[in-house]
């Protein structure tokens, strides 16, 4: 009997890699071990394409379950910025960009309070404040999470570089695109009104 045919990607496998969503760092925590794929010569891991691809289906799924106001998607890694702010145009949900604010889902009297049901962060070590504040209220947190991230208080890992300006521009256009085809508001067929590259942000120093 042949082995059943392997479901076809979101994007070409090409892309991913021209993007720069495989390549992760030259640190491997023991979680993050799971999802690579092997190691090149100069110490850096390659993240398994099958396995991103695997776990964007998972959380555009999940999160496209979620009425879009009560979805906070956080960045205050700058590259990560833009990308959420697109996402959050299409998608509807709040964007959490720059610095967030000690208190932000924790103290009602805060002037930027606010009560999300789910939280997507770009990235666990730099975004830690709001998945401190989320995981003291029991709010499930999403996240991409890069070969040197630690995985404590995450809920859904989205195995990806989450530092590269074209990486994330991906991420975020798929993750996008997927929601609003879970949610029927787009056809199962259909692409966003944009190519992932009007999601990038601009480079650090221009």
Do not use: H
């Not at 924790?106 to 002037?111: K, R, S, V």
């Amino acid at each position: 009997m042949s082995a059943p045919a392997q479901r076809e990607l979101l994007v070409p496998a090409e892309l991913y890699r021209k993007a720069g969503v495989v390549f992760g760092t030259q640190i491997c925590t023991k979680y993050m071990k799971r999802f690579t794929y092997k190691i090149l010569p100069d110490g850096f891991y390659l993240l398994d394409v099958a396995k991103i691809d695997e776990r964007l289906r998972i959380a555009a799924n999940f999160l496209s379950k979620f009425p879009p106001e009560k979805i906070a998607v956080v960045s205050v890694r700058l590259y990560g910025q833009k990308p959420a702010r697109m996402m959050c145009e299409r998608v509807g949900c709040r964007a959490i960009t720059g610095r967030v604010i000690p208190g932000i889902f924790t103290n009602p009297y805060l002037e930027y309070y606010m009560e999300p049901d789910v939280v997507l962060v770009t990235d666990p070590r730099t975004d830690r404040q709001a998945v401190t504040e989320a995981t003291k209220i029991g709010i499930p947190v999403v996240a991409f999470a890069d070969t040197d991230n630690r995985i404590e208080n995450l809920d859904l890992i989205i195995p990806a570089n989450n530092k590269g300006r074209r990486s994330l521009a991906l991420l975020y256009w798929i993750l996008t695109r997927e929601i609003l085809r879970a949610r029927g508001e787009i056809g199962p067929n259909d692409s966003l009104d944009v190519e992932y590259e009007a999601f990038m942000a601009s480079r650090i120093g221009r």
